[in-house]
Structures are given as structure tokens and as C-alpha cells.
């Protein structure tokens, strides 16, 4: 390949999580039990909501849609995981590396925003119910989603246009199990100075908003369950908000680490295995978070 000339950069080489030999099938079984288990665990949750008509609430309809956000998340990136595992030479052509990173964005702004419409509907819930029926009537619960794919959209053109317009030379080893923005970065042989400021402001942006909404609805929240005078009504207010928290801290948390961090801070070869956690583990523990906190999700 020339130097200076992407367009002649038909094809990536993914380094996968790691080279040792000895541990790709052991690591291959377990990404694969991961992945079966995020699998059966989202479309069971998918399943169970759509069958159930007594889940048939704006905040069932937004878990309904983080299950279907996180399902198609890990199916964009593990079973290309799982061939670098067994795999001599895991490649990936360039248009096949643009379509994952495309999808890998456009799934991950998505949940960042759904995760913030979660947060409103239980501002709402809990500061207003008696307005509840009308505030998260099904017009605007549609409006909130159109939003949450648009978002998730506007993301995923952002970043992948990024790393098209970065310039490749010689080197096409992507330091990475999947196609990712930091190692193109890397990869990349012209000054990537203004590449890498449009990653910092989409992600704060991606990141910075659903935080602040959540912050936000759960600050009125707080101070809406303080008010409560009964000890019963407090804790199943906490109850209705504990496994919200719990997936917002896991995925948000996650995802900070990796991307707001500089590379010196944070090398490649850390961040890969950091990016495990939002990639494979969020999206595999969602459903049981929610299932196990939320009682109405195990009814027959």
C-alpha cells in the first residue's frame, strides 16, 4: 500500500482481544456463553414484554427497546470476536469495518439516549402521576424514541465519517477486537489533531446530554421521594428507580472511562479490555438487572 493513499486500504487485520495462544478457546467458549446468555436474556425480555398486556406502559415500552438496542449491539460486535479466537488472520474489509463501526455508533448513542427517556418517564412517574396517562401519552413516548434513533443516527454518520476521512498507510493492524475509533486514530498517518477533537465533542455530546436529563429527572425525583411521608411509598419509589441506576452507572461509567480519557492515560491494550464492560457485560446483565428489580416484569 502506498503511503498517503486510502483508497488503496482495502482490507483491516483486528489484533483481537489478545495473541496468546493458549488462551483463544478457552476465551471463545466463554465470549460465546456470554453472547448466547445476552442473547436468550434480551428476547426473553423482548418476548415477555410484547405477550404481556399488562407491560404494555411507557416504561416497559422503553425497556422493550433497550433489550432490542442491546440484542443488536452485541450482534454487531461479538460474533466477529468470537473468529479472531479461532481465526489465523482475522480480516475485515474496509467496507465491512465502516458497516460495524457505523452500527456499533448508531447502537450505542441509542441506548445513551434511551437510558435518558427511561430517566424522564420515571421524573414523571413518581413527580407527576397524576399526569402520568397524559405527559407519556403513546404520541409523545413515539416523539422520545423517534428522538432517541435520531440521535443514535446523527452519532453513528458523526464517527464514521471521521474515520473515512482519515488517511492510512502502511500499517492496517487494528489493535482491537472490533473496528473502533481510537485505534484508527493510531492507525491513521496524517495529523489526526482534528479527528480526534470531533471525537471528544460527539462523545460529550452522545454522553453529556443523557447524563444531564438523568441527573436532572433524578434530582426532582430525590427530592419528590424526601416528601413522601410513608416509609412504604419511599422504598418502592427507590425500587422503581434502583435498577435504572444501576444499568445508567454500568454503561455510562464504562463508556467515560474509555473514550474521555487521553491515550497516554489510557493505552490501547487497557482501553480493548475496559471496552469490554459497555460492549459485552452491559448489555448481558440489563435484562437481569430489570428483571430481578422489577416485580411486574415476572408476572405470568
Same mark, same amino acid.
Given at each position: 500500500?502506498?503511503?498517503?493513499?486510502?483508497?488503496?486500504?482495502?482490507?483491516?487485520?483486528?489484533?483481537?482481544?489478545? =495473541?496468546?495462544?493458549?488462551?483463544?478457546?478457552?476465551?471463545?467458549?466463554?465470549?460465546?456463553?456470554?453472547?448466547? &446468555?445476552?442473547?436468550?436474556?434480551?428476547?426473553?425480555?423482548?418476548?415477555?414484554?410484547?405477550? %404481556?398486556?399488562?407491560?404494555?406502559?411507557?416504561?416497559?415500552?422503553?425497556?422493550?427497546?433497550?433489550?432490542?438496542? =442491546?440484542?443488536?449491539?452485541?450482534?454487531? &460486535?461479538?460474533?466477529?470476536?468470537?473468529?479472531?479466537?479461532?481465526?489465523?488472520?482475522?480480516?475485515?474489509?474496509?467496507?465491512?469495518?465502516?458497516?460495524?463501526?457505523?452500527?456499533?455508533?448508531?447502537?450505542?448513542?441509542?441506548?445513551?439516549?434511551?437510558?435518558?427517556?427511561?430517566?424522564?418517564?420515571?421524573?414523571?412517574?413518581?413527580?407527576?402521576?397524576?399526569?402520568?396517562?397524559?405527559?407519556?401519552?403513546?404520541?409523545?413516548?413515539?416523539?422520545?424514541?423517534?428522538?432517541?434513533?435520531?440521535?443514535?443516527?446523527?452519532?453513528?454518520?458523526?464517527?464514521?465519517?471521521?474515520?473515512?476521512?482519515?488517511?492510512?498507510?502502511?500499517?492496517?493492524?487494528?489493535?482491537?477486537?472490533?473496528?473502533?475509533?481510537?485505534?484508527?486514530?493510531?492507525?491513521?498517518? %496524517?495529523?489526526?489533531?482534528?479527528?480526534?477533537?470531533?471525537?471528544?465533542?460527539?462523545?460529550?455530546?452522545?454522553?453529556?446530554?443523557?447524563?444531564?436529563?438523568?441527573?436532572?429527572?433524578?434530582?426532582?425525583?430525590?427530592?419528590?421521594?424526601?416528601?413522601?411521608?410513608?416509609?412504604?411509598?419511599?422504598?418502592?419509589?427507590?425500587?422503581?428507580?434502583?435498577?435504572?441506576?444501576?444499568?445508567?452507572?454500568?454503561?455510562?461509567?464504562?463508556?467515560?472511562?474509555?473514550?474521555?480519557?487521553?491515550?497516554?492515560?489510557?493505552?490501547? =491494550?487497557?482501553?480493548?479490555?475496559?471496552?469490554?464492560?459497555?460492549?459485552?457485560?452491559?448489555?448481558?446483565? %440489563?435484562?437481569?438487572?430489570?428483571?430481578?428489580?422489577?416485580?411486574?416484569?415476572?408476572?405470568?
Amino acid at each position: 500500500m502506498a503511503a498517503g493513499n486510502s483508497s488503496l486500504v482495502t482490507e483491516f487485520i483486528l489484533s483481537g482481544l489478545t =495473541d496468546r495462544p493458549g488462551l483463544q478457546l478457552p476465551l471463545f467458549f466463554l465470549f460465546l456463553g456470554f453472547y448466547m &446468555v445476552t442473547v436468550v436474556g434480551n428476547l426473553g425480555m423482548i418476548t415477555l414484554i410484547g405477550l %404481556n398486556s399488562h407491560l404494555h406502559i411507557p416504561m416497559y415500552f422503553f425497556l422493550f427497546n433497550l433489550s432490542f438496542i =442491546d440484542l443488536s449491539f452485541s450482534t454487531t &460486535v461479538i460474533p466477529k470476536m468470537l473468529m479472531s479466537f479461532v481465526s489465523k488472520k482475522n480480516t475485515i474489509s474496509y467496507a465491512g469495518c465502516m458497516t460495524q463501526f457505523f452500527f456499533f455508533c448508531f447502537f450505542v448513542f441509542s441506548e445513551s439516549f434511551v437510558l435518558s427517556a427511561m430517566a424522564y418517564d420515571r421524573y414523571v412517574a413518581i413527580c407527576k402521576p397524576l399526569l402520568y396517562t397524559v405527559t407519556m401519552s403513546p404520541q409523545v413516548c413515539l416523539s422520545l424514541l423517534l428522538g432517541v434513533y435520531g440521535m443514535g443516527t446523527w452519532g453513528a454518520f458523526a464517527h464514521t465519517g471521521n474515520i473515512m476521512s482519515l488517511t492510512f498507510c502502511a500499517d492496517n493492524l487494528v489493535n482491537h477486537y472490533m473496528c473502533d475509533i481510537l485505534p484508527f486514530l493510531e492507525l491513521a498517518c %496524517n495529523s489526526s489533531y482534528v479527528n480526534l477533537l470531533v471525537v471528544f465533542i460527539v462523545v460529550t455530546i452522545g454522553i453529556g446530554l443523557p447524563i444531564a436529563t438523568i441527573f436532572i429527572s433524578y434530582g426532582f425525583i430525590l427530592s419528590s421521594i424526601f416528601h413522601i411521608s410513608s416509609t412504604e411509598g419511599r422504598s418502592k419509589a427507590f425500587s422503581t428507580c434502583s435498577s435504572h441506576i444501576m444499568a445508567v452507572s454500568l454503561f455510562f461509567g464504562s463508556g467515560a472511562f474509555m473514550y474521555l480519557k487521553p491515550p497516554s492515560v489510557l493505552p490501547l =491494550d487497557q482501553g480493548k479490555v475496559s471496552s469490554l464492560f459497555y460492549t459485552i457485560v452491559v448489555p448481558m446483565l %440489563n435484562p437481569l438487572i430489570y428483571s430481578l428489580r422489577n416485580k411486574e416484569s415476572n408476572l405470568p
